[in-house]
């Protein structure tokens, strides 16, 4: 069984301070990690993959497989942030992905 | 086409009632996936495709759940004899093929409420 956890509900940051938000995973083989980001009104979108190993608007994930982790970072956070990130982990060759109940985030001025 | 496409966009039934919910992907896009997202949640998997084949059912909560994709294209998800669980976002998403990090695209979803 796959499951994702986002410890989390709400986080909230000021402007300019560093943000982590936390994921956790439960997978018995070599998973995809995902997170997605959903703005006010607006469709869920990828962020970022942890195969690509790139980051998007300054956010970075790095996955950590002892840990069973892929917590999202950025250095230094903006008000456009303020969105619900998902987690969500796909196993390989599996279509389905199996998403966490997401982290609102909101960086207050 | 600009993206997935879902209509309606919002949906209420009376429960019992049966209702058809409808995803036009991105043009091109081998697989599709059905999702459904009850508030406060995560996106929680239901059903998959790839072109007309239902390859992964195993989310679809009960026997009222029924989805299709005849022509590898456009897919509909019916729900029979609604219930009020089965109030939520119904999201669907495309990708261009089953493949190692192969990006799904999402719809906005048709939220259905279920009175």
């Known amino acids: 069984a796959q499951r994702v956890t986002q410890p989390e509900k709400l986080l909230s940051v000021f402007k300019g301070a560093p943000v982590e938000l936390k994921c956790n995973y439960s997978?018995?083989?070599?998973?995809?990690l995902f997170w997605y980001v959903q703005y006010s009104r607006q469709r869920l979108q990828l962020l970022l993959r942890?195969?690509s190993r790139e980051s998007i608007k300054g956010f970075t994930a790095d996955l950590n497989k002892g840990e069973t982790s892929f917590h999202l970072k950025k250095p230094f956070a903006q008000e456009e942030d303020s969105a619900m990130y998902y987690c969500?982990?796909?196993?390989?060759?599996?279509?389905?992905?199996?998403f966490g109940d997401g982290t609102t985030l909101t960086v207050k001025p | 086409g600009a993206g997935v496409s879902q209509s309606p966009r919002y949906k209420v039934a009376k429960r019992g009632q049966d209702v058809a919910l409808r995803c036009d992907p991105i043009?091109?896009?081998?697989?599709l996936f059905w999702y459904q997202q009850a508030l406060g949640q995560g996106p929680e998997f239901l059903t998959y495709?790839?072109?007309?084949?239902?390859?992964?059912k195993s989310g679809l909560p009960s026997d009222r759940f029924f989805a299709e994709r005849p022509e590898g294209s456009v897919s509909t998800l019916k729900i029979q004899r609604t219930q009020q669980e089965d109030s939520a976002v119904y999201l669907c998403?495309?990708?261009?093929?089953?493949?190692?990090?192969?990006?799904?695209?999402f719809g906005q979803g048709t939220r259905l409420t279920v009175v």
């Open positions: 998403a495309s990708s261009l093929a089953q493949g190692v990090s192969t990006e799904a695209f």
């Open positions: 997978y018995s083989g070599s998973p995809e």
């Open positions: 942890h195969i």
């Open positions: 969500a982990l796909k196993g390989m060759n599996a279509g389905k992905s199996t």
């Open positions: 043009s091109g896009h081998v697989s």
């Open positions: 495709f790839q072109n007309e084949a239902q390859l992964d």
